[in-house]
Antibody
Framework: QVSLVQSGAEVRKPGASVKVSCTAS????????THWVRQAPGQSLEWMGW????????KYSERFQDRVTVSRDTSATTVYMDMSSLTFEDTAVYYC??????????????WGPGTMVIVSS | SAELTQPPSVSVSPGQTARITCSGD??????AYWFQQRSGQAPLLVIY???KRPSGIPDRFSGSTSGTKATLIVSGAQVEDEADYYC??????????FGGGTKLSVL
């Protein structure tokens, strides 16, 4: 069973970029699809995009397509979410969530603990 | 429409049955999933494929579906079931969407 660890909280100014990491233990992410989901304070969950651990190809929600990049390292143990042109509305907890490409019961079988990103001037 | 609509809150007394609904146009064709999120924690899958329960989830959690509505049922709700619950599904184009969330109070 895979466990996910995420990078620590970040504070950025409007217009800046942030990169959040998600590292797997117990397995590599080669056979997993890893998604990013965010949750603004007091709000619902919002799906952002995902990366296929086998192919390295990523797909995005239309809402984030222009300023989010999801990537992985060559060892496929860490997945990254890079967001540019931050605004105050991007203040949220960012979760990575993963599931096996074959045999998963849901897109989000395993969740990371979340990374708080605060956008403040 | 890709939207999933949930009631903002549901309240029951301990031991009663709580029902949380999720309405969406694509639900007759797409599976619904339910996540429990306790305060300050990551979501936890409690129901998948409309009615199935992952291992380790108490059998008081169940799911049903009828037409454009999916329902999460918590039979004999416990105080520890107090949490936010989110439905999740995909629309006909594969777009992934969560419901607005329902706060379940057990008191």
């Amino acid at each position: 069973q895979v466990s996910l660890v995420q990078s620590g909280a970040e504070v950025r100014k409007p217009g800046a970029s942030v990169k959040v990491s998600c590292t797997a233990s117990g397995d590599t992410l080669t056979n997993y699809a890893t998604h990013w989901v965010r949750q603004a304070p007091g709000q619902s969950l919002e799906w952002m995009g995902w990366i296929n651990g086998r192919t390295g190809k990523a797909k995005y929600s239309e809402r984030f397509q222009d300023r989010v990049t999801v990537s992985r390292d060559t060892s496929a143990t860490t997945v990254y979410m890079d967001m540019s042109s931050l605004t105050f509305e991007d203040t949220a907890v960012y979760y990575c969530a993963t599931s096996k490409i074959v045999g998963a019961i849901c897109d989000f079988d395993y969740w990371g603990p979340g990374t708080m990103v605060i956008v403040s001037s | 429409s890709a939207e999933l609509t949930q009631p903002p809150s549901v309240s029951v007394s301990p031991g009663q049955t709580a029902r949380i609904t999720c309405s969406g146009d694509a639900l007759p064709e797409k599976f619904a999933y339910w996540f429990q999120q306790r305060s300050g924690q990551a979501p936890l899958l409690v129901i998948y494929d409309d009615t199935k329960r992952p291992s380790g989830i108490p059998d008081r959690f169940s799911g049903s579906t009828s037409g454009t509505k999916a329902t999460l049922i918590v039979s004999g709700a416990q105080v520890e079931d107090e949490a936010d619950y989110y439905c999740y599904s995909t629309d006909k184009t594969g777009r992934r969407v969560f419901g607005g969330g329902t706060k379940l109070s057990v008191l």
